[in-house]
Structure formats: C-alpha cells, structure tokens
C-alpha cells in the first residue's frame, strides 16, 4: 500500500501534480532566469521586493537617451492559469527584453504567489499590492527612495 505522500489527489499530465499530503509538484514552466543585463537587447532587469508576504515583481529598465524623459509603464501579468510559470520564466523574460527594446517602456512583471499552495484571489491580491506598490513609488515616495 503506498503512503499518503505517495499518494495523487490531483493531476493535470504534464503540467502539475498535487499529493493528497498537500506537495506539489510541476512538471512544466520551472526553468528559471535571473535577473541580468540582456547581451542582445541591452535591457537591464532587476527584482524589487514589494512586501515581505513573498511579492516580487521584475523591472525591465530601457536604456535611456535622456534621464528627464519620463517613461511608459506596462504592468505586465505574466500567464500560466495562476498555477505555474513566473516572471523568471525564459520565455516571458526574453519576450519582455525584447519588448521593452522595441518600444522603449519600463516594464513591471508580476510575480504573484501561485495555486494551489495559494488558493485563488491570492493572486488577484499580490496583484494588487504591486500596483500599490507602484502607485507608492511613482513620485519619489517608497523605502528605496533617497
């Protein structure tokens, strides 16, 4: 007889599955990137900590031609059915380098706390708290600020 750790309660092939003692494990979207200067675009991106509940967001800074010229800014929610993928996935990493190089935009990806460990609206309001996070920081204010 398997033990309960052992045992599936729930399973999306290829994709994620969760053990009726509560671990989870994903199959799919768990590559990594870090934050870093971007070889071929020449976009910097750093992480920001917004709030110790574990909120992060990843800052796609453009180069700048003039620093009075105040920017775009692009909230970006990155997908993966709240349950897998992040901000530090490859593939929206690289789209956004390449994005912010073609429209010249300062780009913030959210990185929520994802299902099933965090149960829905959590990620709606770790969503949230970074737009207030930004709202905070868009005339100078914020801990960073100085």
């Not at 929610?77 to 490859?90: K, Q, R």
Request: net charge negative; with cysteine.
């Amino acid at each position: 007889m398997a033990s309960t750790s052992d045992q599936v309660a729930l399973e999306f092939p290829s994709i994620i599955r969760v053990y009726k003692d509560g671990r989870v494990e994903r199959l799919f979207g768990t590559d990594t990137v870090p934050a870093s200067l971007d070889p071929h675009t020449g976009i910097h991106s750093k992480d920001a900590i917004v709030s110790i509940e574990n909120i992060s967001a990843h800052l796609y800074l453009p180069k700048l031609t003039n620093p009075t010229h105040k920017l775009p800014l692009l909230i970006y929610f990155h997908g993966g059915g709240f349950c897998f993928l992040s901000v530090f996935s490859p593939i929206y990493h690289n789209y956004l380098n390449h994005l912010v190089s073609m429209i010249d935009v300062l780009v913030v990806s959210v990185n929520y706390r994802k299902a099933p460990e965090n149960p829905i609206p959590v990620a709606y309001d770790d969503s949230w708290a970074v737009v207030r996070w930004l709202s905070d920081h868009g005339n100078g204010g914020g801990a960073e600020s100085g």
